[in-house]
């Protein structure tokens, strides 16, 4: 007999309205995916269908019109604000493509601020040293390069452990070879701590270093599909 695979992310029939009657527009209509522990997961689709907005609902940031996500099995109430506070300290890690850090507080401090509010933190001094922001831990933002931010808000996203990061554009505002070590180091935090990744991207060569590729048109999954090979990161190029 063979056993069904627990899944780690299930959504079921997810949509998303703005507005109503005569100006409703259906952002979302009925997406249905799910993704193992320890998946990377591209979502592809041209601007308008929806990439952003699924991201923001998983994320706890938008709340749906009718469906359901589930991470690790736990149906995430968007209106219960203790079990999303929960969902976002114990599971939750978001990467921005422009990298809201605080101007004020260095690299380490930025990055250690999300950790007050973890439970089962990584030492700030690897992760540090994994990032390659060991030498530039007590720089500003602005003495830093773009791919130095993006190393650290993935820093502060990752201190405090999460099981799912969400990745929204995470090489848009950057150089060719840059976005490369950003796609190296997002491969090394899969594989180092088995942490599901989902990647909302228009760059279509990122999909070659994921397990699961997702398309979206028009609020619809057009495809989903499993990647029969992958391609190390530093082998992509567009």
């Given amino acids: 007999m063979l056993l069904r695979k627990k899944m780690f992310v299930e959504v079921k029939n997810l949509k998303k309205d703005y507005g109503t009657g005569e100006n409703i527009i259906h952002v979302l209509k009925g997406l249905n995916f799910q993704l193992e522990k320890g998946e990377i997961c591209t979502v592809l689709g041209p601007s308008g269908a929806g990439k952003s907005t699924l991201l923001n609902l998983i994320g706890g940031i938008d709340t749906l019109t009718s469906g359901e996500i589930r991470i690790a099995g736990k149906l995430i109430e968007l209106d219960d604000k203790d079990g999303l506070l929960e969902y976002r300290r114990d599971h939750l890690g978001f990467v921005f493509q422009f990298y809201n850090l605080i101007p004020d507080l260095t690299v380490k401090e930025n990055i250690e601020v999300c950790g007050f509010l973890g439970k089962n933190n990584l030492d700030i001094n690897k992760l540090l ?75 279509e060569a990122i999909s070659h270093m994921s397990d699961r590729i997702i398309h979206l048109k028009d609020g619809r999954i057009t495809n989903n599909l499993v990647n029969p090979r992958k391609t190390a990161a530093r082998d992509l190029t567009w």
């Fill in 129 to 203: 040293s994994d990032l390659g922001l060991k030498e530039h831990q007590n720089k500003f933002p602005r003495q830093l390069s773009g791919g130095q931010q993006q190393r650290t808000s993935i820093g502060r996203a990752l201190i405090k452990a999460p099981t799912l990061l969400l990745c929204d554009e995470p090489t848009g505002a950057l150089d060719y070879e840059t976005s490369k070590e950003i796609l190296e180091l997002l491969e090394r935090v899969n594989h180092e701590y088995n942490t599901t990744i989902l990647i909302v991207t228009h760059n």
